[in-house]
């Protein structure tokens, strides 16, 4: 599901093909906009590749 919405997929498109309803998909973005950082620091990406 996460590699369908990168590809740009339409939401309808991706609970067609998954199976799931439009609400548990909703919640399931919800769910991923709280874990994952809307921000990410320059510095950190530098210092992580040394």
Known sequence: ???LLSERI????ICRV???SRTWFR???Q???QT????IDPQE??????
């Open 36 to 39: 994952v950082p809307h921000r």
């Open 27 to 29: 919640h399931h973005l």
């Open 18 to 20: 998954v199976g799931v």
């Open 31 to 33: 769910s991923l906009v």
């Open 45 to 50: 990406v530098v210092s992580s590749k040394r």
């Open 10 to 13: 339409s939401h309808r498109g």
């Open 1 to 3: 599901m996460d590699r």
